[in-house]
Every structure is written in C-alpha cells, then in structure tokens.
C-alpha cells in the first residue's frame, strides 16, 4: 500500500523547498501548482471557461493568462477568487488524482501530493497524512516581499487571502518548522522519513 502524503504550507513559507527536499529521496511528487498552470493552457477546457468569464483583457500577446493581471482581479474579490477557483480546482483535483493513482498502480511506497490549498480546498480525503511547511507571520511577510519585490500592504493582502499558517499548522499530522536553516529543515523531513517508515 502507497503511503499518499498531502503537502502544504503558506505563501512563501518554503513548501517549494520541502517538496525538492521530498524529490532528493526519489519519491514521486504530484504538483498542484504545476497542474494549475498547465489546466490553463490555451486549448484546455479551463482556459477557455476562464477567458468566458474574465474577458480576454486578462490575455497576453500569445494569448496565455497574464496571471498577474488575473491576480490583481481576484485577490482583492472573494467572490471573483470562488468564481476562479470553481473552473481550476476541479480540473486540477482530475489530473492530480490521475497522476496519484498512476503512481500507486506501479506499487510506490509514497506519493506526495504537493498542494498549497490543501485545508482550503476541504482535500484531506485524498491523503492518508498531512505535513505543513511552517514559518512565523514576520519570516513569511519578508520572504514573500523580497520574492515578489512587492509592497507590504500587497504582500499582507495576499497572506490574508489563504488561510492561517498557524491554523494549518494545528490540522497537520506533522509541521516542519522552516524558520532556521535549510540544513536544519532538512534534518526534520528525515525524522519524519524515519518515522513514517519511508526511509
């Protein structure tokens, strides 16, 4: 039996470091950014949906989503952001749960399904244990400032919009404290390897 781990963390709080910490131990990763954007792509049945929705304003010269221009309309909008999410979580939940299952029929140990919206988006069920990437609010502020050369009010709005690391954190079978070094980080997914009995 594959052990399915569902990993998730906050904006900027280093859940893309963890899940390349996951690659170096060869396990198989299922990414949910990565599927996002490609549902998106010109010719797939999201994109299109998208596009009836927003309007081709939100198109570059290629015709790809200008996903900055998508973002300043839906982060600020509760109602434009569910609108979004409602066309892009279900086509993303079909290529995840393919890819997972692919994965599971070849007989792996563990599959780790790389989702940043995992408590969000109620997707618990499709994973056997949780594991949060966590960093305190004044680390993830900086991180996500300097990684987006974005403002501070910018950057808040969009820590706001997820919810609270902190309350990820007490959902999670397992918290990897990212605050220190990567070494140290590092150190705490073998632990967690070990103890799971993955390694």
Not at 64 to 74: E, S, V
Not at 134 to 142: A, F, G, R, S
Not at 160 to 180: F, P, T, W
Request: net charge negative.
């Amino acid at each position: 039996m594959s052990l399915i781990i569902g990993l998730t963390g906050s904006i900027a709080s280093g859940k893309s470091t963890v899940s390349s910490m996951f690659r170096d131990y060869q396990l198989p990763i299922v990414d949910a950014d990565e599927i996002s954007r490609e549902v998106v792509r010109p010719g797939e049945k999201a994109y299109e949906q998208i596009v009836a929705t927003f309007g081709d304003g939100i198109l570059l010269a290629d015709q790809t989503i200008d996903r900055k221009k998508l973002g300043a309309i839906i982060f600020p909008d509760e109602d434009k952001r569910k609108q979004l999410n409602a066309i892009v979580h279900p086509a993303v939940r079909e290529k995840m749960l393919q890819q997972r299952d692919k994965y599971v029929a070849k007989g792996v140990d563990c599959v780790i399904l790389d989702i940043p919206l995992l408590f969000e988006s109620k997707l618990t069920h499709l994973v056997d244990k949780t594991v949060v990437v966590y960093v305190n609010k004044e680390t993830q502020l900086q991180r996500l400032m300097i990684r987006d050369n974005s403002l501070k009010e910018e950057a808040e709005s969009r820590i706001n919009s997820q919810l609270s690391i902190d309350e990820k954190a007490k959902k999670a079978d397992y918290v990897i404290d990212n605050n220190g070094t990567k070494e140290q980080t590092s150190k705490q997914l073998n632990e967690l390897l070990q103890t799971w009995q993955i390694i």
